[in-house]
């Protein structure tokens, strides 16, 4: 949960692989929403709640996270 970038190919959990085919404007349109709600609910909202896979985080815990993980895709797609 540091600010390290995550390392280039790292390999994806098997639950995570995307196996069919996606309309790219709706994933799009999803994903700007959820950037939308995550501002909406601040910095507090995150402070302290439990990651699935991490336990509890800091509200900065969270925003690394946040950032790496979205840079990372953005990253891998040349966006």
Do not use: C
């Not at 970038?5 to 349109?29: G, M």
């Not at 910095?43 to 800091?58: P, Q, R, V």
Request: glycine share 6%.
């Amino acid at each position: 949960m540091n600010e390290k970038p995550y390392p280039k190919n790292s390999r994806t959990a098997p639950q995570f692989l995307v196996a069919k085919q996606k309309n790219f404007i709706e994933e799009k349109e999803r994903l700007i929403n959820y950037l939308v709600k995550t501002q909406e609910l601040g910095e507090g909202y995150f402070d302290g709640k439990e990651s699935h896979s991490f336990g509890a985080l800091t509200k900065s815990q969270w925003n690394n996270m946040f950032y790496k993980h979205l840079n990372h895709h953005l990253t891998q797609f040349g966006v």
